[in-house]
């Protein structure tokens, strides 16, 4: 069996920006053994067949985060991804640059914007110059501050959760999943001295703008689960703040509200967030919507044993004062 | 088969005619419905964002509640489905059981961890469903086209919920060939409808939708069809935002799961509450062969 090959169909995305009018769809086929990974094959066709196609790649392991691609159309680092499972489910193996981000030249695509939205969350420790680091020895930390850190210290910046997120495809305002996973990696550093800041400037800089779709969670290589570590960011950030923006006054409010009966009134949670222009909504549609559903004017019915809901609000939340 | 129903907020407000389906649609198939009216909201995302631990603590009473009368919880919204689903995960956390435990404990809730959530769509498509379902098929849905669209919270994270594959799930388009209508296969299906941020950033929500509304279109659906009223929002009632959005007209009808299963079972459109929609179905009910809803 260890000999044994399949022939493989590649179509690749094929687009020279300077030259060519559109991208195309380039064939290649060759015999592999159905454990040779993607970036493998690739570097054999540009070696072998054609020495124009263009990739990005280095490290081969994993490790650097370099080839990430779009694979059968899932993001995923082409050097750990063998050829043989993509083949059996789709009979081919279609490579395609990433999402998201404008193609310089084929599988080649650029990464400014990525690293731009990076570098604005300040990815690097902000120290009190007034308190000097602990004399003879680096800042220990206990086995509990390492345990808060989760699985963020595990991202290679690969970027194929910015390539999957619906968020950042349709809002230049959103970080994207990789900056705000790193972003919560400073805020739970216990050495870090800006957490408070990092929260409130979030807060206005994109972070109600994560859809908790999960799919940079999906799409993730190393299991970081950014949609997860978002999540504890507007936690925290309405801990430190409250609800200053959209985004938490909405989540706050959808908290109350439930709160009241232990159903949402919808039509209360629209007014609380959006305020009466939400209500109405733009162009007669707020009218429309209760012609067609009269409901929605309604508020809906107290739930049995409201009481016990009430009590669980007592035990584990504080009341926020109405947004 | 019986099951502790969990309507969830929108099918008892402004999406009733999902719950009016889903009756008809298990009444049809001998799935019996038990009502609980001390189910609270699970909180719909917002409130796992407000505060994590009051959101499991909310749905462990929820759960609980069908584990006192012994039943499995069905659900009829993605995202009821992953908010029950989650809380049953993390309340195996030591750390999250104990402060929930400890708000539940006075109230005498308990709970042993034994209930599974299930969405319709599980419900009607596992252990032989398909082929019961197709049993009772009276009115095969001919030539339409339709574009499933999941919702997030059915589908992901995939390795914490326990059921579809994230990326290439199957059972709704099997459902729909179930029905005899044809499922179309688009990336949008496994996308996000907009939907947590149309009351934040309206623009960006309509986009959003827009974008699966039109993948689907592009790709040759008459309609789209969701498992989840929250998606139905963005994509119906909100298909206007998604038409300025893309800056053009989009006309998808869009159904809900156990409307389009309803329809083959032979209910008529008025049954399913169909003329409730924003965006009018008629053009898709007519590639039925069926009329449009009067009312």
């Not at chain 2, 006075?106 to 299930?118: A, S």
């Amino acid at each position: 069996m260890a000999n044994s090959t399949v022939r493989a169909t590649f179509d690749v995305y094929r687009y020279d920006p300077a030259h060519d009018a559109a991208p195309r769809y380039q064939r290649y086929e060759l015999d592999l053994a159905p454990h040779t990974p993607v970036l493998t094959a690739l570097l054999r066709i540009r070696a072998e067949i054609d020495p124009t196609l263009t990739l990005r790649y280095s490290c081969r392991s994993a490790i650097c985060g370099s080839c990430a691609m779009q694979v059968n159309s899932k993001s995923r680092l082409a050097c750990e991804t063998q050829i043989g499972p993509e083949l059996a489910r789709d009979g081919r193996i279609v490579i395609e640059p990433m999402r998201n981000q404008k193609v310089l030249r084929d599988l080649v695509v650029e990464q400014e914007p990525f690293w731009r939205n990076y570098d604005k969350i300040r990815p690097h420790l902000i120290l009190d110059p007034t308190k000097p680091m602990p004399e003879g020895r680096e800042n220990p930390m206990t086995p509990e501050q390492v345990e808060r850190f989760r699985e963020t210290p595990r991202c290679i910046a690969c970027a194929a959760c910015y390539s999957a997120c619906p968020a950042v495809e349709a809002d230049p305002g959103f970080p994207g999943p990789m900056a705000l996973a790193k972003l919560y990696r400073f805020v739970v550093d216990p050495r870090d001295q800006a957490h408070q800041d990092r929260l409130v400037r979030i807060q206005t800089d994109g972070l109600w703008l994560c859809l908790r779709c999960h799919l940079c969670t999906e799409a993730c290589p190393k299991d970081v689960r950014p949609s997860e570590r978002i999540r504890d960011l507007k936690e925290m950030a309405i801990a430190a703040q409250g609800g200053t923006e959209p985004g938490s006054r909405h989540a706050i409010g959808f908290k109350e509200n439930i709160r009241e009966r232990g159903l949402l009134s919808e039509m209360k949670l629209v007014r609380q967030t959006s305020g009466i222009g939400g209500l109405l909504g733009e162009a007669g549609q707020g009218l429309r919507m209760v012609r067609k559903k009269p409901e929605i004017l309604k508020r809906p019915h107290r739930i049995e044993h409201l009481e016990e809901v009430e009590k669980i609000y007592e035990s584990l939340d504080h009341r926020e004062a109405p947004p | 088969m019986k099951l502790a129903y969990y309507p969830g907020c929108v099918a008892q407000e402004s999406g009733k005619e999902l719950d009016r389906s889903t009756r008809y649609v298990c009444r049809a198939l001998g799935i019996e419905l038990a009502e609980f009216p001390s189910f609270s909201c699970c909180g719909s995302g917002f409130v796992d964002e407000a505060n994590e631990v009051l959101n499991v603590a909310i749905n462990v009473r929820n759960l609980a509640i069908a584990e006192r009368a012994g039943l499995d919880v069905l659900t009829i919204c993605s995202t009821c489905q992953g908010m029950l689903s989650l809380a049953n995960l993390r309340y195996r956390d030591p750390r999250v059981k104990e402060r929930v435990d400890a708000a539940l404990r006075p109230l005498g809730i308990e709970y042993r961890g034994t209930v599974k959530v299930k969405h319709l769509l599980r419900v009607l498509t596992e252990d032989g469903g398909i082929a019961r379902l197709q049993q009772k098929v009276v009115r095969p849905l001919g030539a339409v086209k339709i574009g499933a669209f999941y919702g997030c919270h059915l589908l992901r994270p995939a390795d914490e919920l326990d059921w579809e594959s994230a990326e290439e799930p199957h059972a709704f388009e099997d459902l729909l060939r179930a029905v005899g209508a044809t499922p179309v296969e688009y990336r949008g299906r496994v996308m996000c409808c907009g939907f947590p941020i149309q009351f934040v950033k309206p623009e960006t929500a309509g986009r959003i939708a827009g974008r699966q509304i039109e993948d689907a279109k592009a790709h040759g659906a008459d309609a789209m069809a969701t498992p989840c009223p929250l998606c139905h929002i963005s994509l119906d009632a909100y298909q206007n935002r998604a038409e300025k959005a893309v800056g053009h007209p989009l006309d998808m009808p869009v159904f809900h799961l156990p409307q389009v299963v309803g329809l083959a079972l032979g209910a008529t459109p008025e049954e399913l509450g169909l003329a409730r929609h924003l965006v009018p179905v008629a053009p898709a009910l007519a590639k039925m062969g069926s009329a449009a809803p009067s009312r």
